[in-house]
């Protein structure tokens, strides 16, 4: 028999991604691991990853780095975390630029304008936070709440046995199942 174990999701991840396209797919790939690790479900982490990628593109075309660095050395901060309640959360911090970022209206033709409105379609919210003090903006999405499987009981074994799953004399398992064609 063997028994499932939901693992702890990482509360929180942040890792400098360099201003530029050359660090986006490190960050995905930490991050599609770290979510998978902690048992959060494919569809969760595909929104999670894509959410982070748009938001690394816009800090990389429309923000400057962290800092007082050249944009060719710089750097911006990726981070996401679940909370407590479950609920996953993927952050992006730039140095600012020079409007604040809305979702854009393209043209049907236009090569890109539409990173925050597959934000907004993927998130359940999403938002601008300022720091005026340090010259940072950082653009947050809720992916969405409840990401934490459910934990295993403590009784789980002793709940689920085999007398649970009804069988048929005579029959094997995949024998059942072969009138259902």
Request: proline fraction near 7%.
């Amino acid at each position: 028999m063997a028994l499932v174990v939901a693992q702890e999701v990482p509360t929180s991840s942040s890792m400098a991604v360099p201003h530029g396209p050359a660090g986006v797919g490190k960050a995905r790939h930490r991050m599609r691991d770290q979510l998978r690790t902690g048992g959060v479900s494919e569809s969760v982490i595909d929104d999670a990853v894509l959410i982070l990628s748009e938001l690394l593109s816009n800090a990389c075309r429309h923000g400057r780095p962290l800092g007082d660095s050249p944009a060719e050395d710089g750097d911006v901060r990726a981070a996401w975390r679940v909370d407590s309640s479950g609920r996953l959360t993927v952050e992006v911090t730039d140095g600012g630029g020079p409007t604040r970022p809305v979702p854009a209206t393209p043209s049907v033709t236009a090569r890109g304008g539409r990173g925050l409105n597959i934000i907004t379609a993927l998130a359940k919210d999403w938002g601008v936070r300022d720091d005026v003090r340090r010259g940072e903006v950082t653009v947050w999405a809720v992916v969405r709440d409840n990401v934490v499987p459910a934990r295993r009981r403590d009784d789980f074994p002793a709940r689920v046995t085999t007398s649970a799953v009804p069988t048929m004399p005579g029959l094997a398992f995949a024998d059942a199942f072969d009138d259902l064609d």
